[in-house]
């Protein structure tokens, strides 16, 4: 979906490394979110975000940090990446509150750390 | 952890056949929701049924959800080459609604 855009696309880093991964969305939708997708595991959540000022830990934060600096950008950091965080990223936006919370995702972010 | 569980891990037709995938889950929801995923891309949502409802018809698509078994169903029919992809099924309960997903159903369709 072109209105929720990450970068990079793909990224190979060593352990040990900090890396950022950048979600924006032109969606104009409040709630921001990012999962991680690992072969026979289907989505886990990660940290999501209700609004600017409201960052919530997901199934899976540690080892990871997020910022939401605007609306529209919500931001990934591993602060010392190791291999089992080898996986596909993913940042998903829906719209503001209520029910149901129908997700558009982002193309994704393959991570290897080598 | 998954709340809602997909069945088949993976399922392989012929185009034209109809493909039905299930999901189980275990406490009582708000909604389900099906999304699809094409090979390492961002998942799209096809569809969402609510706890009231028992069935809910998109196109070729066609979902059905039975809360006294804790069960819905993912029929596609007619399918073709293009329905190739993953299926994941998405419950949400309590109030946030955030939907958590399963470990998907992999489907190839055979031109």
């Known amino acids: 979906d072109a209105d929720v855009t990450q970068t990079p696309r793909n990224r190979i880093t060593k352990t040990g490394k900090r890396i950022m991964l950048e979600c924006s969305q032109t969606?104009?939708?409040?709630?921001m979110y990012w999962y991680r997708q690992d072969p026979g595991l289907g989505l886990r959540l990660i940290y999501y975000?209700?609004?600017?000022?409201?960052?919530n830990k997901g199934e899976i934060s540690d080892g990871y940090s997020v910022s939401r600096q605007a609306q529209a950008k919500f931001s990934l950091s591993l602060e010392s990446a190791i291999p089992n965080q080898t996986a596909l990223y993913f940042c998903?936006?829906?719209?503001?509150?209520?029910?149901?919370?129908?997700?558009?995702f982002g193309p994704g972010t393959r991570l290897t750390v080598l | 952890s998954q709340q809602g569980e997909e069945d088949p891990q993976a399922l392989s037709i012929q185009e034209g056949e109809n493909a039905t995938m299930n999901c189980s889950y275990k406490t009582s929801i708000n909604n389900l929701q099906w999304y699809r995923q094409n090979s390492g891309r961002g998942l799209v949502h096809l569809i969402l049924?609510?706890?009231?409802?028992r069935e809910k018809h998109s196109g070729r698509l066609r979902v059905t959800l039975d809360t006294s078994k804790k069960s819905s169903s993912l029929l596609i029919t007619a399918s073709r080459a293009a329905d190739t992809a993953s299926y994941f099924c998405?419950?949400?309960?309590?109030?946030?609604?955030?939907?958590?997903f399963g470990r998907g159903t992999s489907l190839i369709v055979h031109p």
């Open positions: 975000s209700f609004d600017v000022k409201d960052i």
């Open positions: 969606k104009g939708h409040d709630r």
């Open positions: 049924i609510r706890s009231n409802e």
């Open positions: 998405a419950t949400d309960a309590g109030g946030s609604y955030i939907p958590t």
């Open positions: 998903a936006t829906s719209a503001n509150g209520g029910s149901p919370d129908t997700q558009y």
